[in-house]
């Protein structure tokens, strides 16, 4: 069965044509970092108007990749929310007309939700997938969350955020060290020269049994250390604070993931969003994984950061239950719980 996968909740543009839930065939994704970096953040005007310039030669796009034809495609998978409302209603809408014009199920997808179903694409039949139950750390732009999944769409949020998502706290860091936007890569790419210890950073929440996150405070420090230094901020010190800042956001998400996976009785983790990119983070992650006797899956980068496979993956699980959804299915800006 081929899912077409269509996700537009934010700034990316991207479609993808997945078989039987596991194997993506393409996955196409246009980045806008190009138009909002200049503005040191989403513009989401500029975000909603260049998704319809790209849907229809991103979905183009895939299906080319794939080597199919619309016509092929059983099913479809749309991002319903949580985003930004201009941006997810383009790929809603295109993706209603698609269904309806070509009489195809259509399937409404939570984006964070989906993000760490990511673990499920194999790139051969004998790769590993998680087995239910599993925890999963979704650490991405909008959202820093642990969540309980029993079956694909049957997950419980464990702990949140609440204030700024790990995400965010990097491309704020990012933007007062005068580097671009968004930050996360760059700022893990600085780090590997820095020495973690070279600034002092709290790591808040970090003693409490709660599974939320708050990154706020990492943020402030951050801020105070580059004034600390007024004009003369030199590579070392950039280097350094920007080491000494992912260490402790490392230390809180590790940590954190650890404790979900205790507290649940799981001993399978899933990482996922765009966060788990950071290579620190991969490389943490996997020491406390071994030291804690789980197993760890981690999607490759380029499956978690946001794309169109993951939703592909689980909209074909929400098909496959019968799930379809009618026209009038509507943008979810937000999501309770999420
Ligand atoms: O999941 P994602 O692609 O989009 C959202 O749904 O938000 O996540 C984007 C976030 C941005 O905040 C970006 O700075 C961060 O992920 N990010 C990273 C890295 N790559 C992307 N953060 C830390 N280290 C990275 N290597
Ligand atoms: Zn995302």
New binding site residues.
């Given amino acids: 069965m081929l899912t077409l996968g269509i996700e537009t909740s ?1 700034d990316d543009t991207a479609a993808s044509v997945v078989r039987d839930g596991s194997y993506a065939l393409s996955s196409v994704v246009s980045s806008q970092d190009d138009i909002h970096s200049k503005y040191g953040g989403i513009v989401p005007e500029l975000a909603s108007r260049r998704h319809i310039e790209m849907i229809i030669p991103v979905v183009d796009e895939a299906l080319i990749r794939a080597g199919v034809a619309l016509s092929d495609i059983d099913g479809l998978a749309v991002t319903e929310g949580p985003g930004l409302v201009g941006s997810i209603l383009v790929g809603l809408n295109f993706a209603k007309s698609v269904a309806y014009a070509a009489k195809k199920p259509l399937a409404g997808v939570n984006h964070i939700a989906a993000h760490p179903l990511a673990a499920f694409l194999k790139e051969t039949p004998e790769a590993d997938v998680p087995d239910f139950p599993f925890v999963a750390l979704i650490a ?3 959202h820093t969350t642990l969540v309980r999944y029993d079956g694909f769409a049957d997950y419980a949020i464990l702990g949140s955020t609440l204030d700024d998502a790990a ?2 706290a ?2 704020k860091v990012a933007k007062l060290l005068g580097l671009g936007f ?4 760059i ?2 790419g600085l780090a590997k020269a820095g020495d973690p210890r070279a600034f002092d950073f709290t790591r808040p929440y970090m003693g409490k049994t709660s599974l939320d996150f708050s990154f706020s405070g990492i943020k402030t420090a951050a801020l105070e250390h580059v004034r600390a230094f007024k004009e003369e901020l030199t590579p070392d010190a950039v280097s350094g604070i920007a080491a000494s800042f992912q260490e402790a956001v490392v230390d809180v998400l590790v940590v954190k993931a650890i404790r979900a996976l205790e507290r649940t009785g799981s001993n399978r983790l899933v990482v996922a ?3 788990a ?3 620190r983070l991969r490389l943490r992650l996997q020491e406390a994984a071994t030291e804690a006797d789980a197993r760890l899956f981690m999607p490759a980068p380029r499956y978690c ?2 794309n169109a496979a993951m939703i592909a993956v689980m909209g074909f699980n929400q098909l496959q239950k019968g799930a379809s959804a009618s026209l009038d299915l509507n943008a979810r800006p937000t999501w309770e719980g999420f």
């Fill in positions: 934010c991405s732009g909008g995400g965010e990097f491309d968004p930050g996360g890569a700022i893990d969003g765009g966060v990119c950071n290579s950061s946001d």
